[in-house]
Structures are given as C-alpha cells and as structure tokens.
C-alpha cells in the first residue's frame, strides 16, 4: 500500500536529517558555552592569544600563535627540538563540587616520547584530570575528559606538550573548550558520634619554630635596635649601617680588635667635631632606651657624645656624655628618652677633640625589653601560648657553631648568616633560648649541626645545657651566670639533611650512620632526652625507619603550602598536606620490619603557607583571613590523626613566615596566629569521629574532663551556611560560646600599628539543638556544655 503523498516529503526531510547529522563531528554537533575564552585563539594580544600564557616545565621549545587553525585561521603551537615539557595555559573561574568536561582538538607532526606522555590537555594540581595523549603523526584529533572540581574554584588549563617528561617534534592545539554538565548540591550538614574517640590531642601540635632568619630574632624577637652593633661589614662601607659624621676619617683596624675581625677607629682633628652614626632607628616619644658603649682612644679626643637624635634641630636630640678616654676599653651605661616620634632616630657617637677613638661595639634597646626581648612581641607570644619552641634552625643550625653564642653577649663574634642573608650577631644564643623559653614558660626543642656539624660538638652543647655545674660544660655555663641544668628535653638530630640545599648534605646511606653515632653520643650523656631524627615522607623517611628505627623517639616532617587559586582548595591544601603525612607513615608502620611493636609519631615541626611579597624583610610574608581559614583546617586534621602526631611547630613565629609582624615600634598578630591562639586555648582535646557535608570543614572534640563539646568549623565560601547538626551519644544544654574569626573579605589581614581587620570575636549562643548557622569566610568554635 502506497504511503500518502503528503507523508513522503517529510519522511525525506526526515532521513537526510539523519544522514546528514551522522556526519556531523563531535565539534559541529550543538554544544553548552564554552567557559575558555578564546578557546579557538582567534584573537591577538601582540605576538599571543589573548588571555593564555606560555610556561616552560623543563627543557625547552619554541611557542607560537600559528596562522592556520581546525576551524578558523588561528591555533596555538609548541615545537621542540632538543626535548620540552612545555604549555600554553589559561586560569577560568569554576563552581566547586562541578561536574565538567574539557575538551579540544590537537594535530602533530613527529611527536617523539623523551619521557613524557605527548600532546594532551589536563587540569593542572589535579593529577588525574588529563585528555588522552597523541603522538607521531596525526591530523587533528579530538580529545575530552570529564570530571568534577571538588574544592578548587578556579582551575588552570593547559594545552600540555611532553607532560611529566621531555618530547621532541611538534603539536597544534584548537578550540578547547571547558562545558559545565551538573552542579553538585553542597550538603553542608556535621554529624558527631560521641562514641567513636581517638588518642588525645597533644598540646604539642601547637608548638613553634624560631630560627635565625631575616627578622625573625633580630628585629622580631630580640630588642636590639641597631644593626651591625660589632661591626661586621667595615663602618663607612655600602654594605655598613654606619656612616661618617662630620669631620672623621673611619678606618678598621684588626690588631687588637674588641670583637669579631676588626674594630672602627675614628680620627678627628679638631677643627670640628666628627665620628660615626646610624640612622633608621624607630622611636617613640617619652619612650626611654638603655644601652651600652665600649670605648678607648688618645685622651685628646675626648669628649665623647653619644646621642639618640630624633629631628634636626639642636635640640632634638639626648646626649650621653662620656668625659675621658683611656688606652683600655671601657664600657659605658647608656640611658636616653625620646622627644618625639620618628622613624628615621639616629643614634650618633662624636668626638670633640682630636685624636684617635676606637668604638668597640655598642648596643641600643628599648628600656622596657625583658631580658634583652622586645615587651611587645613577649605580650603577643604569651597570648599564643605555645607550649614547645624549637631552634636555631631550620637550614641555619646546618652551618651555625652553638659556641659563638655563649659568654659576654658583647664579645660573641660576629659571622655571616650560613644559610640565608645578612649577619648572624651571636647576641641570642643558648642562654638566650632558655631565658625565651622560661620568659613565655615553654618548653625548649634544641636541634644539633648534623651538617657541617660534628658529633663532639652536639655533645659538648647537650653537657652544656643538661650537665650539673661540676661538669666541664656544666661548669662553662656556670661561669656564664646559669648554675643550674637547663634539663632541655627535646633534641632534633639535623634538619632537612634530605636536601642539596642544606649544608652538609650526604646520601642517605651515610647519614644513617652518622645519626645514630650522634644519638648514641647524646643518648649516652644524657639518657633521659627524647630526639627526633630528620625525615622526608618519600625514600628518606623509609630509610631512616629501616636503619635508625632504635635511635629516635619522633620522626620529623615538613610542608610548605603556596598559594593556590580559589580560596576552598587554597584552605583545603593545608589539611590534605597533613593527612599525606599521615597515611604515609601508617604505610610505613604496615611495611617497614624494623617498626614492629613500635609507634613512632610524627613532629611536623615546620609546617606553614609560603607564598606572596616580602613586607616584613627577608622572606617576610602578609597572611590574609583565607589563611587563617587554612591554618584551622590543618589543626582539624592534626585530631583527626591524632595518634600519628605528638608535636607540630608552625614556621617561623614572628616575621618571615611568622604568625606575628613587628615594625620598629609594633607588633601585631597574623591571622594564622589568632587560628593557632583560638584554638590552642579553645579547643578539646579528646576527638570524636565527625562527619562533615562539603565545603566546610568540621571537627568535634571534648575537654579533659569530658563535660564541654568543642565544635571547630571552616567555611571557606562566600556564603552564610545554615548546617544541620546531629550528635549520637552526646546531649548538649543547647547554651554555649561561640569564638568566631569571620570577614567578608578572604584578602583581609592585620598590620602592626593599625587597627586589627581581622579578630577573634566573643558571644554567647543558646538554643543549640539541631542545627547551627555558619558565617561566610569564618573559622567558628563553639563551646557546649554537656547536659549533667
């Protein structure tokens, strides 16, 4: 039967609709919008695409905006003759918890593998999110793959040639596309099973790190307010803070110098008065300052004036006069108060006579500074409360001989910093550490040179602190004003001796032995310390595990965490970085024969962000509120794994990557150390099994004595949360406290001198039952009593 007439038409039209869409390629077929911009790269900006980037991995290649393309008249190119993993790569905005694809057509021309994989696209930081790779000859090719974004919310594109290897040949990229398929709802709901405990939070795990490094003790920590006060870099020199003033000749002399290598000697002639200053010095008005010179020189130099001068009138300045002048040195009390405020003090030392005169060294504080430690930062690291500090270092204590900082402060010599810029003073030491310590009533973490370091000289400083004052080291820190022992517990056998970059850096194979010859040594002078041996989860802390299991109580790793687009995966970094080190070290303890029946837990004693402009001098880096939101999210998983943590000092306390910044005259806390103080004074102790809905991040813990439910929450969105709450084997009164550091800004921090921006806010809750609300960019720790 003949179909109707009418009906034929469209049965035609019908079926070359489906011959024709059948030919159609994946690209051609309607599509969702692309997120990339300029994904074709049809648009120029100068010799590139418009908003991608180039980026050389390793090796080397040669980028091109090539004028032919798949679809349009443009591609991009990378070609490599020698071997290059290399990329053009573009950032984009995403949602967090996303399902997407990504997408794009690559051509190649004799792509060779020199270890790498070839031409792909992947995400970057998300190791497994990758294209297919092409390779040899192959006309344009599509390639896709989908995935979901977890926590970032921005994501880096790159169009990869070689990838985790070298390539050689040449490949063309075109129309790369990123399509969103499905937003995954957030389900931020917390539930707490009172039941299921883990081992106790140690306090430890809020520990510090303090080493000599940029403005960390000097300029941080201790009061000295003058740079080079012994003279280390020849005083009129570029290099010298201290600079000639008026009618003096400045000439360094070796023979018979007071400290270090040589000592200034100013000549005047008596025409008019000369001598040296320095300048920069930052003074408060009404403040007093205390310090001290050591002078000798031809008695018709005299008399010396020391000044503090704060303007540049005559009478903008405090005098100390010093009368005579004598063959020998003579050390002279210094006491000053300022006339004003100024950021530009000088301190300046005149001859009035003629002659020679020779400045031994000199020293300025403020008079308020608490055995030589400036008041402000004590007050704040009170506040913080830390209960262990370790120190010198970190790479310093790799090059740093512990015997240049004992005895008279004034005639320790001067050096150069070993391992990072500037000029070690030797003025805080071991007796120094030790009056830090019992200052804040902390405890001390000591580490010993196992770099250039021998094993006499760990030995000696341990008898130094720990030895009874009969002893011969015992007996020297007697002679140094400190009878008793220091009964120093905590001893760190190197650091980071992994590494190419640390002073005294051997194989592995060799370094076990020689840790277990220091702890042997130590061990054998004092068998009541604890040491923690260098570790680098990796080959190196399995080896040390292997070999040195016996000689240590703790293993030691450090991270570091840069900056990372998105504020949810630049928190969430912080907490993966810690679970590694944990899962890690449980593999060890399965695998690792010489760790049965032992459970050797870990010191992260340096862990901390790392990234950004240095404002406070050397390595001297700004915290921002997401930061501190990141800082919380690590602690949360230091109870998570409680039993696999003991101890964890944040690097490095006050300025460089501090979690307190001074200027000349102010010291202020960070945002990561209002998280470190909040929770160290705040938070349980007892972690119970939490179980948290994306984005935030939760742990429950309870007190000592079991009567108050902690609650720590992250959130690191934009967002007011409201969350629901479900507590098994737990009844709370539903009254409370909540501390909560919270803005609306994740780029807010504090500055010292200026109003706080970011605080730790204090207010009672009550009608807690169910559910809780969850400001946006907040850390929140809600304090809950146990119904009786």
Known sequence: MRAPATRLPMLLVLLAAVLVGARLSAAEKPREKNLLANGSFEQAAGKEPAAWKTHTWQGSGLFEHAATGRTGERSVTISSESGGDLSWFIRVAVEPFSRYRLSGWIKTENLQLRGGQGALLNIHNMQQVRTRAIGGTRDWTRVEVEFETESPDTLQINCLFGGWGLATGKAWF?????????????EPAIVVDGARRGAKIEKYVYGQFI????????????????????????AGSPASPWKPVGE?????????????RHTPAIAVAGRAPGGIGQAGLGLKKGKQYAGRIWLRGDASAAPIEVSLVWGTGRADRHTVKIARL???????PLEFTAGADSDQGRLEIIASGSGRFFVGTVSLMPADNVHGMRSDTLALLKQLDAPIYRWPGGNFVSGYDWTDGIGDPDRRPPRKNPAWKGIEHNDFGLDEFIAFCRALKTEPLVVVNSGLGGVEMAVRELEYANGAAGAPMGKRRAENGHAEPYQVKWWGIGNEMYGGWQLGHMPLEEYTKKHNLFVDRMRAADPSIKVIAVGAVGAWSEGMMRHCADHMDLVSEHFYCQERPGVIAHVNQMRDQVRNKAEAHRRYREEIPALEGKQIRIALDEWNYWYGPHVYGELGTRYFLKDALGIAAGLHEFGRNSEMFLM????????????????KTGAALETTGLALMLYRRHFGVIPLATDTGRPLDALAALN????VLTLGVVNPTAESLPVPLTLHGLSITGKGTLREIAGSDPMAYNSPGEPAKVTIEERPVEGITDSITIAPYSISLFSLPLAP
């Open 174 to 186: 075109d129309d790369v596309e990123l399509e969103l398929l499905a937003a995954l709802p957030a």
């Open 211 to 234: 080493e000599h490094l940029g403005r960390c003790i000097y300029g941080g920590i201790w009061a000295e307010m003058l740079e080079d006060r012994k003279f280390f870099d020849p």
């Open 248 to 260: 003096a000749q400045v000439a360094m002399v070796a023979e018979g110098a007071f400290v270090g």
């Open 326 to 332: 004598s063959g020998d040195y003579v050390k002279t």
């Open 648 to 663: 964890a000092n944040y690097a490095q306390t006050v300025n460089v990557i501090g979690c307190i910044k001074t200027t």
């Open 704 to 707: 000592e004595e079991g009567t």
